[in-house]
């Protein structure tokens, strides 16, 4: 295997032509996902996928006792994180490719074929869904506004999930355990940087439920301005440039603001407009509460 090219690459060009859902292995982290849990799972299951596996953090609402019903493995979150949640439970996978689903995602007939079949078509070593969510209020027209704005389908350097990896690369090069929001961002910029990894946001759509009330709006900026903490001190202790630094502390506003105002005329009114700018400010607002509390 060569820095620019994994063995894992040529294997899927020659091979995953021919996958279907039965060669992934799905894999769900959830705490306390009612809601939601029981249609993700059944949406997998339908799809064709014969291995699912949940990594459940001591739910108390129920979810444990759908996932042992609906799943094929349980496993108990070790609370550190999230990155070694999804490590847990990739750990236990068997099959060629590994889905990692959100416990709020639904995938409907025949989208994760055309995520195969778009990793396979493009070389990539991992590919996400687009998402969208089902609703007509104001919080339902934002998210949709920004993800549609955001995660567009092409080549990216960064996917979330549902994404779909290579198994025997994801298995050999899986998360940092020591990331507790930031997994997605920290993997591929660790595979691109380490053996020129490819990623592609695919043609595919899934749902998104029960993220609509605006304390999951909350949760959700909160997370990712965690997310950007986390990363931003990781780069600091370890020799960013001001440049790079820069760079950083500018991205919300160029991907959670202005990328989805330039990429769809239709965001362009004063619901979509009012929506991505409270939704950005969350978001470095609980940057810079996490940063501040690093510091402490």
């Not at 779909?164 to 090069?173: E, K, P, T, V, Y």
């Amino acid at each position: 295997m060569t820095a620019e090219q994994p063995k894992d690459h040529v294997s899927l060009e020659n091979v995953a032509q021919s996958f279907t859902p039965k060669e992934v292995s799905v894999v769900i982290c959830t705490k306390n996902s009612i809601s939601g849990i029981r249609e993700c799972l059944s949406s997998v299951r339908d799809s064709g996928v014969e291995e699912i596996i949940v990594v459940d953090a001591s739910s108390t609402d129920g979810t444990k006792e759908v996932a042992l019903e609906c799943a094929d493995h349980v496993l108990t979150d070790p609370g550190t994180g999230l990155g070694r949640a999804r490590n847990t439970g990739i750990e236990k996978t068997t099959k060629p490719l590994i889905l990692n689903m959100g416990s709020d995602n639904v995938m409907p007939a025949g989208e994760l074929q055309k995520m195969i079949d778009y990793l396979a078509k493009h070389g990539y070593q991992g590919v996400s869904a687009q998402t969208l969510i089902e609703g007509d209020d104001w919080i339902s027209h934002g998210l949709n506004a920004w993800r549609q704005g955001r995660f567009f389908e092409g080549e990216a350097s960064v996917i979330g999930t549902p994404t779909l990896f290579l198994g025997d690369l994801l298995r050999s090069h899986p998360y940092d355990s020591t990331r507790v929001f930031s997994d997605d961002s920290e993997l591929c910029e660790r595979w691109i940087r380490e053996f020129g990894a490819r990623f592609g946001i695919s043609d595919a759509v899934s749902r998104e439920i029960g993220k609509t009330s605006w304390e999951e709006v909350k949760v959700r900026c909160r997370m990712y301005g965690e997310s950007d903490a986390e990363i931003f001190s990781h780069g600091s202790h370890t020799g960013w440039s001001y440049r790079r630094k820069l760079t950083s502390l500018s991205r919300p506003m160029r991907t959670d603001f202005l990328m989805p105002l330039r990429q769809r005329t239709e965001n362009r009114n004063l619901s979509s407009i009012s929506f991505l700018a409270v939704f950005t400010s969350m978001r470095y607002a609980s940057w810079a509460r996490d940063f501040w509390n690093r510091r402490q």
